[in-house]
């Protein structure tokens, strides 16, 4: 499968932002989908994840009550809406997509894009 992450961008402390993964080959559906995040010359990190259906959702301990990953599987896609976003929330952010949800370690990963979080 093939991933295509959309909707960064610069915004300031308090705002939302809503990202979009896109599959530019293959279906969505077979896949654990996942965020994940990373600050340059950093140890990428787990933002969420959420199971084929859709049914369950798992955070980090920084996304928990901000973030909110969804997907819709007859479009293909899978977003993450972030709220309240902190100048900490800044990092380049990558879809992912897994064969499990528990010990979740996916096998692709889209280009990332750029959340930038001004104070």
């Known amino acids: 499968v093939q991933l295509q992450a959309s909707g960064g961008g610069l915004v300031q402390a308090g705002g939302s932002l809503r990202l979009s993964c896109a599959a530019s080959a293959g279906t969505l559906s077979r896949y654990v989908m996942g965020w994940f995040r990373q600050a340059p010359g950093k140890e990428r990190e787990f933002v969420a994840r959420i199971n084929r259906s859709g049914q369950a959702t798992d955070y980090s301990d920084s996304a928990k009550g901000r973030f909110t990953v969804s997907r819709d599987n007859a479009k293909n896609t899978v977003s993450l809406q972030m709220n309240s976003l902190k100048p900490e929330d800044t990092f380049v952010y990558f879809c992912?997509?897994?064969?499990?949800?528990?010990?979740?370690?996916?096998?692709?990963w889209g280009q990332g894009t750029q959340v930038t979080v001004s104070s």
């Open positions: 992912a997509a897994g064969e499990t949800y528990y010990n979740y370690a996916p096998d692709y």
